[in-house]
Every structure is written in structure tokens, then in C-alpha cells.
Nanobody, 123 residues
């Protein structure tokens, strides 16, 4: 079992930055691919980024590429999402998730989810 707790969300003006954190419980954190997803009101949950177990491979949605950076610290059981140049369309609840089997951008392939943290970007 892995429990995930996100933090770092909030209200920011367009062009600003936020860093989200996701703290994981369990001794097997370093074996999971970790992903970030987001869900805006009335929309489906969408992929944002993932990072493989070692941190050596990352992958981003086109909508956030070059603005967001995913990273992890396996010693701290934490994954991060640095969000720069934020836009109003980035407003959503952001979720972190853990995938035992591999690296994926598909939500249903992830095994564990956090409760989410709200990010609101004002124009």
C-alpha cells in the first residue's frame, strides 16, 4: 500500500509559479513511476507529467512542456511538480499517483492516488 498526500496548491496570478509536493508512505516508493494529473471542473482528469523510478526518464503533456518540471527525491519519498509561467487554463485540482507496472500517461493504469490539491490561476 502507498498513501499519497499532495501539498503546495493555492492561488497565483498568471505568469507566476507554484511548486507542488507529493509525500508518499511506504518503503517501496522508489520502485514506482510517479505521475501528476489534473482535473478542471466539468472536464476529465488529464495527464500532466510522469517520472520513472530512478528519475532518469520524464514525460510531459504538450500543454505543460517547457513550463512544468517533475522531479523526485527517493530519500524523502517525495515527488515534486514545479509549475512556471502559469496560465488561467492550468486551474484545476492536481493529483499525484503511483504506478507499479511502468510508465504511463493513462489514469486508470495508476494504482494509488492522492486526495488532490487545488491550483487556481487568476488572469
Amino acid at each position: 500500500q502507498v498513501q499519497l498526500v499532495e501539498s503546495g496548491g493555492g492561488l497565483v496570478q498568471a505568469g507566476g509559479s507554484l511548486r507542488l509536493s507529493c509525500a508518499a508512505s511506504g518503503r517501496t516508493f522508489s520502485s514506482y513511476t510517479m505521475g501528476w494529473f489534473r482535473q478542471a471542473p466539468g472536464k476529465e482528469r488529464e495527464f500532466v507529467a510522469y517520472i520513472n523510478w530512478s528519475g532518469g526518464r520524464t514525460y510531459y503533456a504538450d500543454s505543460v512542456k517547457s513550463r512544468f518540471i517533475i522531479s523526485r527525491d527517493n530519500a524523502k519519498n517525495t515527488v515534486y511538480l514545479q509549475m512556471n509561467s502559469l496560465k488561467p487554463e492550468d486551474t484545476a485540482v492536481y493529483y499525484c499517483a503511483a504506478d507499479r507496472a511502468g510508465s504511463s500517461s493513462v489514469p486508470h493504469e495508476y494504482d494509488y492516488w492522492g486526495q488532490g490539491t487545488q491550483v487556481t490561476v487568476s488572469s
